[in-house]
């Protein structure tokens, strides 16, 4: 089993960034499929989601039409488009996958995004 971020980087306020979950080793299209970040000295927060049904989307308000959740269950992927970006967007972004159904849940390793002022 295994997500793999990628996509992160160094980017200026204002600038975008597109990032990627690739997963492997279970059935994608059961699992809620969730982008957490994590800043230095805070809690992990949940970002956006995209559910496993009927694709449904949430986004927590700080980032509400600034960033979207898109999945593509042929290619076992999601990914997060992030605009407007903005220095409070820095931190370590995680993709979380967690069955519909049971408490069943895989992490991937996280990747940096760090937002210049």
């Known amino acids: 089993v295994q997500l793999v971020e990628s996509g992160g980087g160094l980017v200026q306020s204002g600038g975008s960034l597109n990032l990627s979950c690739v997963a492997s080793g279970f059935i994608f299209k059961l699992y809620t499929v969730n982008w957490y970040r994590q800043a230095p000295g805070k809690e992990r927060e949940l970002v956006a989601s995209?559910?496993?049904?009927?694709?449904?989307?949430k986004y927590t308000d700080s980032v509400k039409d600034r960033f979207s959740i898109i999945r593509d269950n042929i290619k076992n992927e999601v990914h997060l488009r992030m605009d407007s970006l903005k220095p409070e967007d820095s931190g370590v972004y995680y993709c979380?996958?967690?069955?519909?159904?049971?408490?069943?849940?895989?992490w991937g390793q996280g990747t940096q995004v760090t937002v210049s002022s």
């Open positions: 995209v559910s496993s049904v009927v694709d449904g989307t």
């Open positions: 979380n996958a967690h069955h519909q159904w049971q408490q069943i849940e895989y």
